[in-house]
């Protein structure tokens, strides 16, 4: 699999101002054809675009730029470094639009099914926020009336992996501080996967 660099035609740009290298290196480096580069060149194609260097951006070299300069048949390589990896682990968990309006179910069903869960791993786990949790707790969001605990995990908000891992540390913290732990739920007709 060919990795492109992030933002092709902005670093498309940068190379035909800064450097000497041919449309065809630019092309492949970038993921595009040659005569696209050749039209960004003539300023037909992408004005008003920024260019994206690639060396301060850790996508290349100074010294590969260089090698491919001096021989045309060379091939920009991108750096190891440059292709993303590994699954992110911080910041808050992005939920799309569509599934928005599912996701106070979901923290009805977290609220009434695992009672030990805190709510700042609700917050962690739906990527919701306390406020939210809040008002559906004590019934005055502003759906409130059509509220139905639904599982997270078949509204696609989180995976049951993530969900076992939430519940498991909330049970092991309530075993810790003394408090019982709550039997696990018993599925509803309405609850279980197909």
């Excluded at 949790?133 to 992996?161: E, T």
Aim: proline content about 9%; aromatic content about 4%.
């Amino acid at each position: 699999m060919m990795t492109l660099p992030l933002m092709p035609k902005a670093t498309a740009v940068w190379l035909i101002e800064k450097t000497a290298l041919s449309f065809e290196q630019i092309a492949d480096f970038c993921g595009m054809h040659p005569l696209e580069v050749q039209a960004i060149a003539d300023g037909e194609v992408a004005q008003g675009i920024v260019g994206y260097d690639p060396i301060a951006n850790k996508q290349t070299t100074a010294e590969e730029i260089r090698r491919c300069e001096t021989d045309p048949k060379a091939r920009l390589k991108m750096l190891d470094a440059a292709i993303p990896g590994g699954r992110r682990t911080k910041g808050a968990r992005y939920t799309p639009v569509a599934k928005r309006i599912d996701r106070p179910d979901a923290i009805a069903f977290m609220l009434r099914n695992y009672p030990q869960v805190q709510d700042a791993q609700i917050v962690k786990l739906l990527g919701t926020t306390k406020d939210t949790i809040q008002k559906v707790r004590d019934r005055s969001h502003w759906n409130s009336a059509n509220i139905k605990p639904r599982d997270p995990v078949i509204l696609g908000l989180c995976k049951q992996s993530d969900l076992n891992d939430v519940v498991s540390a909330a049970n092991a913290r309530a075993e810790r501080d003394g408090e019982p732990v709550p039997p696990p739920p018993v599925p509803e007709s309405g609850d279980e996967a197909a």
